[in-house]
């Protein structure tokens, strides 16, 4: 990734995407014998190297493209087309619902009506919940097979992306396990998803299951949006998602550097942006745009480095939380407690017993 070497020069988005999502969203139109290189010039795309990367807006454009020469948001993947309209309407029957919970169940029942291939489901148990997506059917004879991958790929970052606006902040998931073998791009899966993304291969003949996990307590958030926000989420979507809540946005990623560097410091919201040459209006927008903000991302990088640091030394939890910034050790239980549903010491105990077990 390029960096910017003027701070008071336009930031530009230089946010990639490996070929291998190019591919998979491809294979509904290839399958229907269409060819793809009209749409592909007119974004200016060159699949024929399989190495390169591929500019976030492109990508973007090619998505929502796709969907207008198909009158199918779901790309031709499925035996129904998912006309165009319906992210729309899935947006408009959530944006009423009083907590993120209930948004997620009218986005799976809804779902059920416009995409029967795949079905739905939340669960929730023991501080963790789940999106479970599962195969009514088999997409495809090879379990491997582009057009199957993206299928998931695809719809669990709509979700996904679509609960994060809905929440109005970027929402963590612990784990994704995906139904099918490690697929070559799938060093994104880090930045899209989660580092914590496994590869279960469904049995050869069978249908298969997506299980993404995430911390119970998100599911309780209370809705943020209304009609004028929706009006102006929808100009660029569904391929607006591409853009948005991703781990390797630029400001995003600049701000979460400077609080890294500075702790045990704590930097606010003005010594960030006075660090960057930007008005604190500026930063608080940018960051926005991004899908942000400065406490979520403050809040995220304390948490990924408090859940490594338990796991990986044998740090006492004062120590923790006093290199990550808090002021006292009940502070951090505290914030321990509203990402994991535990306490740390419970964390801890719970995670050396997995590795025992695994060893």
């Not at 699949?47 to 591929?54: K, L, V």
Request: proline share 6%; aromatic share 8%.
């Amino acid at each position: 990734m390029l960096h910017r070497t003027n701070p008071n020069a336009p930031m530009r988005s230089q946010t990639t995407v490996a070929m291998g999502f190019v591919t998979g969203m491809l294979a509904g139109l290839r399958r229907q014998g269409r060819n793809p290189a009209p749409l592909l010039a007119a974004t200016d795309i060159d699949i024929a190297d399989t190495a390169s990367r591929i500019p976030i807006e492109r990508y973007a454009a090619l998505y929502n493209r796709i969907n207008r020469e198909l009158d199918d948001e779901g790309f031709g993947l499925f035996a129904q087309p998912m006309r165009i309209g319906s992210f729309e309407f899935l947006c408009r029957g959530c944006i009423s619902a009083p907590t993120l919970a209930e948004a997620l169940q009218r986005a799976c029942r809804f779902l059920h009506i416009v995409l029967p291939d795949l079905t739905l489901s939340i669960r929730r148990h023991h501080g963790q919940a789940e999106l479970v997506i599962s195969e009514s059917r088999r997409l495809a004879a090879d379990p491997d097979d582009p057009g199957r991958v993206f299928a998931f790929e695809w719809l669990l970052r709509l979700l996904h992306g679509l609960a994060c606006w809905l929440a109005g902040r970027g929402l963590a998931l612990d784990s994704v396990i995906f139904p099918y073998r490690r697929p070559p791009h799938s060093a994104d899966y880090a930045l899209i998803f989660t580092e914590d993304s496994r590869f279960a291969p469904t049995v050869p003949g069978g249908v298969g299951t997506l299980v993404a996990s995430f911390n119970a307590n998100l599911l309780d958030l209370p809705i943020r949006r209304d009609e004028a926000a929706l009006t102006n989420f929808l100009d660029g979507a569904p391929g607006k998602l591409t853009t948005l809540y991703r781990r390797d946005r630029e400001m995003v990623t600049r701000v979460r550097d400077l609080l890294r560097t500075a702790l045990p410091a704590t930097l606010s919201l003005d010594d960030i942006a006075d660090r960057l040459h930007l008005s604190p209006r500026t930063m608080h927008r940018r960051l926005e745009e991004e899908g942000s903000s400065f406490r979520a991302i403050k809040d995220a990088l304390r948490r990924d480095m408090a859940l490594a640091r338990l796991t990986k030394s044998r740090d006492s939890i004062a120590e923790v939380a006093a290199d990550l910034g808090y002021a006292d050790t009940s502070a951090f239980y505290r914030a321990f407690v509203e990402w994991t549903g535990m306490a740390p010491a419970h964390y801890r105990q719970k995670w050396a017993g997995k590795l025992a077990r695994a060893t």
